[in-house]
């Protein structure tokens, strides 16, 4: 099928957008109940555990899922990455019905560093009054959770930088290149004029099964429940 001007296709599917939407929403949750300390602490690790599994989930969703939200549609090395910034400076184009070769690299870098915050969040603890841990805590050395607790309070200011970075990306395309990336992560579609070049064909894309989604996201849960259990 050509594409004509007007025309909506569908590139995102529903598990990557209830992964971002979830993902901004539990990365809030997590930010100010780990600011405000105390009794919220609870929702603090509940809201980590959340974003563990959605990260665990998309890993495996980036192999096994939809063309565009796999790994080997998007991760294209930093040439192609240099060139997209290039094309972004041109009059025409970019055209992307994915995420494009500099975003995709962004994209990596966003669940690596949430990982990391997530990661250290599970060793680390309040030592001056021992009231609160990670679940894995008591499995580690002082010197581990001391570690893990500065890197977690210092790399949270990193993931901010990030975030803000990601979000001033997004708005640079819709004011400066119309693109609506937002409209699309909601939707699921994009116009096919920010897709392909005039006059050429839409992409084909193929969309991984809603219940292969659903497993991976339980097995998702099953992996943290085992994570958090293991701290006994
Ligand atoms: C804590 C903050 C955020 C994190 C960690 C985050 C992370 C991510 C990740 C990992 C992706 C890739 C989606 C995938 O392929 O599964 C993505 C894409 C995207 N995010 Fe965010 N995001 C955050 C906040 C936001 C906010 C506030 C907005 C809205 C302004 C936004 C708009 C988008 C859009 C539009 C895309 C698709 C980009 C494209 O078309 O290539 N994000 N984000
Ligand atoms: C399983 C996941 C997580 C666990 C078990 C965890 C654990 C902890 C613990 C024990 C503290 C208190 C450390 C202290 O009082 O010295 C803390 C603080 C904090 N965490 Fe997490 N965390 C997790 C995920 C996250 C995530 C995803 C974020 C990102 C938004 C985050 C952001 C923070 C912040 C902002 C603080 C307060 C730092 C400060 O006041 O300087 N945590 N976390």
Redesign the pocket.
């Known amino acids: 099928m050509t594409g004509k001007s007007g025309d909506k296709i569908r590139v995102?599917d529903a598990p990557?957008r209830l992964?971002?939407w979830t993902?901004?929403i539990l990365?809030?949750v997590s930010y100010f109940t780990g600011r405000w300390g105390g009794d919220w602490m609870k929702f603090h690790f509940w809201s980590g555990y959340g974003i563990l599994a959605l990260l665990l989930f998309?890993i495996a969703?980036?192999f096994v899922g939809s063309t565009?939200?796999r790994f080997s549609n998007?991760v294209k090395g930093p040439m192609a990455a240099v060139g997209h910034l290039r094309e972004l400076l041109g009059k025409h184009g970019p055209y992307?019905a994915?995420?494009?070769a500099a975003?995709?690299a962004?994209?990596v870098v966003?669940?690596l560093?949430?990982l990391a915050q997530v990661g250290t969040g599970l060793f680390s603890a309040d030592t001056d009054t021992g009231m609160v841990a990670g679940p894995l805590a008591a499995k580690a050395g002082d010197a581990v959770i001391e570690k893990a607790t500065a890197f977690h309070h210092y790399w949270i200011n990193v993931?901010l930088i990030?975030?803000a970075a990601?979000?001033v990306a997004?708005?640079v395309?819709l004011v400066w290149k119309r693109?609506n990336?937002?409209g699309?992560?909601i939707t699921g579609k994009k116009p096919v004029e920010d897709c392909v070049p005039p006059g050429k064909p839409a992409p084909r894309l193929a969309f991984g099964s809603s219940r292969l989604a659903i497993s991976l996201l339980i097995a998702s849960a099953a992996i943290v429940y085992f994570i958090v259990r293991a701290g006994g």
Request: proline share 0%; net charge neutral; charged share 5%.
């Open positions: 995102w990557v992964f971002h993902l901004v990365m809030c998309r969703w980036g565009t939200a998007f992307d994915g995420h494009n975003g995709g962004m994209v966003l669940i560093a949430v993931l990030l975030a990601h979000v997004v708005l395309y693109h990336l937002v699309a992560m």
